[in-house]
């Protein structure tokens, strides 16, 4: 999979830019600041239908403008697709070939990519929410069933959350809690099966990679911290008693506290090297390592799944990386995966790459290649 053609309007600081692209590395170099990053959000942008940097849609539109447009000509093995995202004040509409989908989770998966920037070596050492993030944004990528059971969760436990709130003084009611609780559990028990099966197919390249990286020294494992007991040998119906069981313990405290102190919004990843904890005990390099590690089992995961390999989008990542590991990056993705890079200079970059790269410079906003 590739991407042939972008086209925006007033999307960031480009009121209007149309660029074709080389189907295996693309290079955009230029100072900070100049709008190199706007370029690899608006096709992460177009593909997922929300950005990496903020959730704020409207930041994505030009100042002062109504909309901001992103399309683009994907090319795959058996076929070509034109999508097309538009961001308004009102919502986002999304469009294959022409046709408005009816909702966005029938648009994403449409294009897929991988982003990799250097706030993902977060992924390791920042808060749980930063890789629930990470959950949610890839696993959606290839199961729109997930995004479907997902956005409900996030519908219902709003509601109920607004519920508890108003339990805690003295008022709703708890008949309705109950008829929440019991919606819940359902939808809650599909989304952890799910992560937890991601997280295994992903163990498996993930464990592999970091093996290469570091030189056959260190074994990653990654492993699902759920809110309640998952393993192998549970099935959906005894996930669902486990949520059920817990929130029946837990309900009294819930009111109290007026809010939703259990599920998979309060889900976790754990990552551990030689089975010792990253998080704690892990230097800067095997965080590192393993934020890398984590990127390229998703690119192989989504080949595994599709059958294609997505697009890769690396956002001034290579000056955080030291030789050994840009090297093990750009060596594995050669010749696959298309690729995007910012970066201020070349010298991170691999003669040969560079040979067969398109070159953009980017200066205020201007690109030229």
Do not use: C
Request: glycine share 6%; no cysteine; net charge positive.
């Amino acid at each position: 999979m590739y991407i042939k053609q972008l086209t925006l309007r007033q999307f960031r600081n480009y009121k209007k830019v149309e660029l074709s692209f080389h189907k295996q590395v693309n290079v955009f170099l230029g100072e900070n600041a100049q709008g190199k990053t706007n370029i690899l959000e608006s096709i992460f942008v177009l593909a997922l239908a929300k950005s990496h940097r903020t959730s704020k849609d409207k930041e994505l539109i030009g100042w002062g403008e109504e909309f901001a447009r992103i399309h683009g000509e994907i090319a795959k093995k058996t076929s070509s697709l034109d999508i097309e995202l538009i961001l308004s004040v009102k919502g986002k509409k999304g469009k294959i070939n022409g046709l408005e989908q009816k909702k966005l989770s029938e648009y994403v998966g449409a294009a897929n990519v991988v982003m990799f920037a250097p706030e993902d070596l977060n992924l390791v050492k920042g808060s749980p929410q930063v890789r629930r993030r990470f959950l949610d944004m890839e696993l959606g990528q290839i199961s729109r069933v997930y995004l479907h059971h997902l956005g409900m969760y996030q519908k219902v436990l709003k509601q109920r959350n607004h519920l508890l709130k108003t339990l805690q003084f003295g008022k709703g009611s708890k008949e309705m809690l109950d008829i929440l609780t019991d919606q819940m559990i359902v939808l809650a028990a599909e989304v952890t099966i799910r992560r937890y099966g991601f997280i295994k197919r992903l163990q498996t390249w993930a464990e592999q990679i970091h093996h290469d990286v570091s030189r056959g020294k260190e074994k990653l494992e990654i492993r699902y911290l759920s809110s309640t007991d998952v393993s192998e040998d549970k099935d959906l119906s005894k996930i669902k008693d486990g949520y059920y069981q817990t929130y029946q313990e837990l309900r009294e405290r819930e009111i109290q506290r007026g809010v939703t102190l259990f599920g998979p919004h309060r889900d976790d990843l754990a990552f551990s090297i030689n089975e010792r904890d990253v998080q704690t005990y892990g230097s800067q390099g095997q965080q590192r390592t393993t934020a890398l590690a984590l990127k390229l089992a998703e690119i192989e995961l989504i080949y595994s799944e599709i059958g294609e390999y997505p697009i890769l989008l690396l956002d001034d990542v290579l000056s955080e990386l030291d030789d050994y590991r840009q090297s093990h990056l750009l060596r594995t993705i050669q010749g696959r995966v298309q690729t995007f890079v910012t970066t201020t200079n070349v010298s991170g970059i691999d003669e040969q790459t560079l040979n067969q790269a398109a070159i953009f410079h980017v200066s205020e906003g201007t690109i030229t290649k």
